[in-house]
């Protein structure tokens, strides 16, 4: 299985950036896809992560409002719109598939992760 994040970079406060993660390698559409981010010095934390139809999805309360997730099972591809940046955003952020088809904010749960995609916001 292979995950690659892109859609990353500099963006001022106030900004929007949208990550992608296309997924190869198993069927997309069976598994929960999550998004989780790293910034330095920090332990990774849980961003976002939406079940496998797509019709649940959870939020971090810091980015809840913010943030969406959202997937195309027919291009293979998990989204994560993010509006309003802040500096305290900035990370390497990763998408991740699931074991199983429902979204969790346990990052064991996902077995499988992409290389992250570094996030910048300026202040």
């Known amino acids: 299985v292979q995950l690659q994040a892109s859609g990353g970079g500099l963006v001022q406060a106030g900004g929007s950036l949208r990550l992608s993660c296309a997924a190869s390698?198993?069927?997309?559409?069976?598994?929960?896809m999550g998004w989780f981010r790293q910034a330095p010095g920090k332990e990774r934390e849980f961003v976002a992560a939406?079940?496998?139809?797509?019709?649940?999805?959870l939020e971090a309360d810091s980015v809840r409002g913010r943030f969406t997730i959202s997937r195309d099972n027919a291009k293979n591809t998990v989204y994560l719109q993010m509006n309003n940046l802040r500096p305290e955003d900035s990370a390497v952020y990763y998408c991740?598939?699931?074991?199983?088809?429902?979204?969790?904010?346990?990052?064991?749960?996902?077995?499988?992760w992409g290389q992250g995609t570094q996030v910048t916001v300026s202040s």
């Open positions: 991740a598939s699931g074991t199983g088809a429902f979204a969790s904010t346990n990052d064991y749960v996902y077995d499988y």
């Open positions: 390698g198993r069927t997309f559409s069976n598994y929960a």
């Open positions: 939406i079940s496998w139809t797509g019709r649940s999805t």
